[in-house]
């Protein structure tokens, strides 16, 4: 029998207890644009598409899965060949989301939606757990506060932040005693977060989907989320052996939150460029042996554009040069794509590990926009 979203029917196919609290949560609008995208993925004949459905079973995870496929959707569009891969691809270690191969060049790409918080969806879940334990049969969604929804960009705050989420735990089952059952909506505030119970007939709780403003609370943390969210994605590569680290490596970042600019991205990563107003002198930039090494590669032209190297009256100060430059676990990143609803950029990383290092890369995604 025909249904009314057959790809996706396809593709949930492999993960019956997903289908269920997809359909019974996500609007007919957005089903068929997901239908729309596994047939886009299955058309082209992207590989691992059932495996990475398989493994997903919350709601806030298939999100994290979406921008997985969003991405694998464009690199598959442009007629390059797309392995998804699953989890424990790498046997224990730590895989990238998907192998890309044009022509003789293979990438490895890393996704990482922007609006998901590890510390946030453990205690989630955990929220889901004890609901579940009681036999309550709930939507789960999580309204952060600052706190929680700060990235944990040092170890003592990732600390500090595991710690505060075992307090609203017990908060949290605090607010539950003398409720049974209900089938209206509640709240239960806590220090960290406001969760939001919504009746559902699943027989069972589970994580939902919440606002990306929610997520980062406060703009002024957005600089650092990028920050975070890179530096621990280009890590992934130094648990990698071999053949492995000879090839390319992308980090594509999801970023849909509302106050998104790609200027942040060029600032963090590049640095802020600076404009010396006559008759003041423009300083020239230190040539050192990173930058020496970019230029033999064949990257002038992009140093100048990016504000590396002088352009007019307009550079980027030695002090002031951004995580490409200063950040040596960035040089396991061929180039950082950032894509925000439609618009893909492109930032490639002339500073990257030789054998990870393409300028070839402006002219394979000549289709994305500069950062």
């Known amino acids: 029998m025909a249904t009314q979203f057959p790809s996706l029917d396809k593709g949930l196919s492999f993960n019956p207890k997903l289908s269920q609290i997809i359909y019974a949560n996500l609007k007919p609008g957005y089903l068929k644009i997901l239908d729309r995208l596994f047939y886009d993925l299955y058309d082209a004949g992207c590989k691992g598409v059932d495996t990475k459905v398989s493994e997903v079973y919350d709601l806030l995870r298939f999100q994290s899965l979406v921008s997985e496929l969003e991405f694998a959707r464009y690199f598959a569009t ?10 424990n691809a790498f046997q224990g270690r730590k895989a990238p989301d998907m192998l890309v191969t044009s022509g003789s060049r293979e990438y490895f790409i890393e996704v990482k939606n922007i609006g998901f918080d590890e510390e946030e969806y453990n205690f989630g879940t ?52 003398g409720i049974s059952s209900t089938t209206e909506e509640l709240k239960i505030s806590t220090a960290i977060a406001d969760v939001e119970l919504h009746p559902t007939e699943k027989g069972q709780s589970y994580l939902g989907i919440r606002a990306m403003k929610e997520v980062i609370s406060e703009p002024s943390e957005y600089g650092e ?3 975070y969210d890179i530096l621990q994605k280009s890590g992934k590569r130094e648990d990698w052996t071999g053949p492995e680290l000879d090839k390319l490596y992308i980090v594509a970042i999801d970023d849909f939150s509302w106050f998104f600019n790609i200027d942040r991205y060029n600032i963090e990563l590049f640095g802020p460029t600076t404009y010396f107003c006559p008759p003041l002198p423009v300083p020239n930039p230190t040539i050192d042996a990173t930058i020496q090494n970019a230029l033999n590669l064949g990257w002038k032209d992009y140093l100048v554009r990016m504000g590396i190297l002088r352009k007019g009256r307009s550079v980027i100060e ?31 990383n002339p500073f990257a590990e030789n054998r990870i290092n393409n300028t070839s890369i402006l002219a394979e995604l000549a289709d994305c926009s500069i950062g």
């Open 126 to 177: 955990r929220v889901a757990e004890a609901l579940n334990a009681k036999g309550m049969s709930f939507m789960v969604v999580i309204k952060s506060s600052s706190l929680l929804s700060r990235p944990a960009y040092k170890f003592q705050s990732k600390e500090q932040k595991e710690a505060s989420c075992v307090v609203a735990l017990d908060e949290f089952n605090n607010g539950l005693k």
């Open 78 to 87: 442009k007629k390059w060949q797309v392995e998804l891969l699953s989890n």
């Open 318 to 348: 030695d002090q002031q040069r951004g995580m490409f430059y200063t950040e040596a676990r960035l040089r396991n990143v061929t180039a950082v794509l950032v894509r925000n609803q439609s618009t893909l950029y492109l930032l490639a």
């Open 225 to 227: 989320r990028i920050k």
